[in-house]
């Protein structure tokens, strides 16, 4: 079904997961089903997915103080280098 978002807050979601087409589609995702058919998004909805966003990937890597998406993307470099290249 239709959900709603202003410019300013779909903005929002790409400088937050810094165009990182994944991450810009799972936090899409998370925003959308926090909405019914026919809602609008609010800024609320947007940082509350964010946080969920942060949350599901800190399970991912628990090593890594995920709180930013650079902090996420920088433990799977980080993952991939020590698989490519390890010790």
């Known amino acids: 079904g239709k959900r ?16 990182y087409s994944a991450y810009v589609q799972q936090l899409a ?4 089903t926090l909405k019914e058919e026919g809602e609008t998004v ?4 947007v940082k509350q997915a964010e946080n969920d ?11 890594a103080k995920c709180e930013t998406i650079y902090s996420i993307q920088s433990s799977v ?3 991939f280098n020590e698989i490519v290249s390890p010790n």
């Open 4 to 19: 709603t978002i202003s410019r300013e807050l779909a903005e929002e979601i790409c400088k937050f997961t810094e165009n």
């Open 42 to 45: 609010t800024e609320n909805d």
């Open 53 to 63: 966003l942060l949350a599901t990937n800190d399970i991912l890597f628990p090593s």
């Open 29 to 32: 995702w998370l925003v959308f």
């Open 77 to 79: 470099a980080i993952l």
